[in-house]
DNA sequence: AGCGGGATCCAT
DNA sequence: TGGATCCCGCTC
């Protein structure tokens, strides 16, 4: 099954960058931050630390939503066991194999939704997933958790695939670049994936009061 | 066709 | 600690 074929089976009515009205109107002096493809061209690992204090935004229905990432988890690829990857490239994983700088956004126990960002070549499988989100603009709710911060940036399964340099959804660096203290910590709820679960891949901003409690 | 389980979150 | 709630992926 090809990639398009996967994302219409995972997600309904899927987004496309052409459904949206035209990007970022021409203005004098707008600078354009948005991360390009090779940021995501890069180890899980490396993508992970860089995503930290960068700005997640979603252009939906008129609404400009933004959130600052403030906590992250590495998943490696195939042999990393807490991986989705790790159990073969199926209809739901197939994005993650796919080229980097898109979004693998899956449905969770039956209730909430997850986003991540696709690392690394083409052919690897390897991404990021958003645990936390600090909200900058246009954010309802609350943000702590890789299921929160979707329901509350709008995201679901019809972002599945989508090109994260384009003009829906998309990282980019903030104006203002800030000192930050990373921790490392465990991932969350990996417990099954044997000695993968006692890694350091969970990341985030010390002292931060939008980083989930797990 | 059926079943077990999940990169979550919340109430008890 | 258990329930919500849906889909995935494997087995029969």
């Known amino acids: 099954m090809d990639r398009l074929a996967a994302n219409?089976?995972?997600?309904?009515?899927?987004?496309t960058n052409a459904m949206e009205p035209p990007a970022v109107p021409a203005m004098e002096g707008f600078k354009d931050r948005r991360l390009p493809r090779t940021f995501y061209d890069r180890d899980a690992v490396s993508v992970a630390y860089a995503l930290l204090g960068k700005h997640l935004i979603?252009?939906?229905?008129?609404?400009?939503?933004?959130g600052r990432i403030v906590e992250v988890e590495a998943y490696l690829g195939p042999h990393d066991l807490a991986a989705h990857s790790a159990?073969?490239?199926?209809?739901?994983?197939?994005?993650?194999?796919?080229?980097?700088?898109?979004?693998?956004?899956y449905l969770i126990y039956g209730m909430?939704?997850?986003?991540n960002v696709v690392v690394e070549a083409d052919g690897r499988a390897a991404a990021v997933l958003l645990r936390g989100l600090e909200p900058v603009q246009h954010i309802e709710g609350?943000?702590?958790?890789?299921?929160?911060?979707?329901?509350?940036?709008h995201i679901d399964r019809r972002h599945n695939g989508l090109d994260l340099t384009g003009d829906v959804l998309f990282l980019s660096e903030p104006a203002v670049e800030v000192p930050m203290t990373?921790?490392?910590?465990?991932?969350?709820?990996?417990?099954?994936?044997?000695h993968w679960a006692?890694?350091?891949l969970r990341f985030y901003l010390k002292g931060n009061r939008f980083v989930s409690k797990a």
Do not use: N, W
């Open 142 to 153: 609350r943000t702590q958790g890789p299921g929160l911060l979707c329901r509350a940036m």
């Open 87 to 105: 159990r073969g490239r199926t209809p739901r994983t197939e994005v993650m194999f796919g080229p980097p700088g898109h979004a693998y956004v």
């Open 8 to 15: 219409r089976q995972h997600g309904a009515l899927p987004v």
């Open 112 to 115: 909430y939704h997850c986003m």
């Open 198 to 200: 006692r890694r350091l």
């Open 182 to 194: 990373i921790v490392k910590r465990p991932r969350i709820g990996v417990d099954y994936a044997g």
């Open 58 to 66: 979603h252009r939906s229905g008129g609404a400009t939503r933004v």
